[in-house]
């Protein structure tokens, strides 16, 4: 199943689906509606329903999602709509300062009781 998915992804057939689905998602992400370009890396092909629940590769279950979200999606996020996904998104990023701030925090801390140690 895998290698058909593999051989179908760099064929002729591949490029007709891909504008085809392009145009029917209005060139936007199907998870956050973020605009696409037609760049391998600003792209990737997801499944509306994941293989481990018992999707297909079949193009009928695949979609073009934006690169973030179809790497961290989850199972509830396929759901969320537009501005819920993306204070979702943004909720996560915060979150991820929070927790970079916190940590910054507590190293320089640290550094200062090494250099108040130290100049005892």
């Known amino acids: 199943m895998r290698r058909e998915y593999q051989a179908w992804r760099f064929s002729a057939e591949f490029e ?4 085809a689905q392009l145009v029917r998602q209005k060139a936007r992400c199907f998870y956050c509606f973020v605009e696409i370009v037609a760049d391998p890396s600003n792209y ?3 499944h509306k329903q994941p293989i481990y629940k018992g999707g297909t590769n079949d193009p009928g279950n695949l979609c073009v999602a934006c690169r973030e979200c179809n ?4 199972y509830y996020k396929m759901f969320q709509k537009g501005k819920a996904r993306r204070v ?3 909720q996560e990023y915060d979150e991820r300062q929070d927790a970079i701030g916190r940590n910054m925090h507590t ?3 640290g550094m200062l009781a090494l250099a108040l140690a130290l100049d005892d």
């Not at 007709?16 to 504008?19: G, Q, R």
């Not at 790497?71 to 989850?74: G, H, I, V």
């Open 71 to 74: 790497q961290f999606k989850s």
């Open 88 to 90: 979702a998104r943004k």
């Open 107 to 109: 190293y320089m801390d």
């Open 44 to 46: 990737q092909i997801g």
């Open 16 to 19: 007709a689906w891909f504008v």
